[in-house]
């Protein structure tokens, strides 16, 4: 009963989707549609290489478990404001690899390089813990 009922919301949410689309201009008739005029002016390029983010934007992905700039002191999570370079360093790397188990951090881990650890490693050791 579900799946007909499921298929049933599908199949009204494409109509009205096509309902939606057919007051639009992709439907116009070809008499109304606009001819097509070659530009005699290049397209502008797409920006250029911008720099990576630093260390502070990376860390606030920390901040919603270890705290604004890593300064939250709850049992559960690990301080990081203060914390050695080489200390973040290499938890980062074995959340990463697997070498030190955990719920969460390992798929937080995959999601940086190594220049961006490093980074972030960098700013936590500047930060004066509280």
């Keep these: 009963m579900r799946l007909q009922h499921l298929t049933l919301a ?3 949410l494409v109509f009205a ?9 992709v439907f116009a ?5 606009k001819p097509v005029v070659a530009s005699t002016t290049p397209a502008p390029l ?3 290489p911008k720099a990576p983010p630093s260390g502070g ?18 049992a559960a999570f690990m301080p990081l404001a203060g914390m050695p370079r ?12 697997g070498k030190r188990p955990s719920t969460l951090m390992g798929h937080v881990a995959q999601g940086f390089s190594d220049g961006e650890i490093d980074a972030m ?8 813990p509280e």
């Excluded at 490693?121 to 004066?128: D, E, H, Q, S, T």
């Design 17 to 25: 989707i096509g309902l939606l689309g057919a007051s639009g201009p």
């Design 121 to 128: 490693a960098g700013y936590f050791a500047n930060v004066k």
């Design 46 to 48: 797409p920006p250029g």
């Design 29 to 33: 008739s070809p008499a109304a549609a």
């Design 57 to 74: 934007a990376m860390a606030q992905t920390c901040a919603g478990c270890h705290g604004t700039e890593g300064r939250l002191k709850a």
């Design 10 to 12: 599908l199949i009204g």
């Design 86 to 97: 080489a200390q973040f360093v290499q938890a980062m790397r074995d959340f990463r690899s």
